[in-house]
């Protein structure tokens, strides 16, 4: 299996601009999480969907990031307007099921900058 | 809200010897606690998890330990090799929250 892939590996934009990060879980995995990393607030869940539904959005730090999950093979997730300090790298996995003990996979990242 | 610390400063051991790494919690104990390996520029990895019940877990040169009383997990290599040199992360679960907490990680370097 390749795993979970991320697109883009790496994104530089101007302040106020939008920025969509992609990710495509492992195959037949139920559950993907969006997480951000930061060297200051270490790595934070953001979201997380089960079946396709967003199970618990509450650490979206506000209003500016939406996160979608149109069909269980693909989920995005939205910043718009950037602003720097939304600078930081972005994570997704996935894992089986929803049980809290399944492991949870991680993609390479998407290192976002905000200039 | 729970607070998670790991040792801020890297860890530095020569090679064969057994790396030790620290994770305190606050207030209540998870449910469970997992540690995670993360390389430069790539996404954690997850290596072992252990429940409240359990003690202690292993997993080949890996040790994990769990002490309820005194609000902290060990994270042991044994005979640790430069391949075992990445930023270690433990994670805890809480029922109520329902999501993993992650620390701010250990950065741990094993020369030869």
């Known amino acids: 299996d390749a795993g979970v892939i991320q697109s883009p590996r790496h994104e530089v934009t101007e302040m106020g601009q939008e920025v969509t990060l992609r990710c495509k879980p492992i195959s037949g995995h139920n559950s993907l999480f969006w997480y951000r990393q930061t060297m200051m607030r270490g790595l934070e869940l953001l979201i997380y969907f089960n079946n396709n539904v967003p199970i618990d959005d509450s650490g979206m730090p506000e209003d500016r990031f939406s996160a979608k999950m149109p069909n269980a093979s693909f989920s995005t997730l939205k910043i718009q307007p950037s602003e720097p300090r939304d600078s930081a790298v972005y994570f997704c996995?996935?894992?089986?099921?929803?049980?809290?003990?399944?492991?949870?996979?991680f993609g390479p990242g998407t290192r976002l900058t905000v200039l | 809200s729970q607070k998670i610390e790991q040792n801020s400063e890297a860890l530095n051991i020569q090679e064969g010897k057994t790396a030790t790494l620290t994770c305190n919690y606050t207030n209540y104990s998870p449910a469970y606690l997992q540690w995670y390996r993360q390389d430069p520029g790539r996404g954690p990895v997850f290596l072992l998890l252990?429940?409240?019940?359990?003690k202690e877990k292993r997993k080949e040169r890996l040790k994990v330990t769990f002490d309820t009383t005194l609000k902290q997990s060990l994270f042991h290599i044994t005979a640790s090799q430069p391949a075992d040199s990445a930023t270690y992360l433990c994670?805890?679960?809480?029922?109520?929250?329902?999501?993993?907490?992650f620390g701010q990680g250990t950065e741990l370097s094993v020369k030869p």
């Open positions: 994670a805890l679960y809480y029922n109520q929250g329902g999501k993993l907490i």
């Open positions: 252990i429940r409240e019940n359990e």
């Open positions: 996995a996935s894992s089986l099921g929803r049980d809290p003990t399944d492991t949870q996979y």
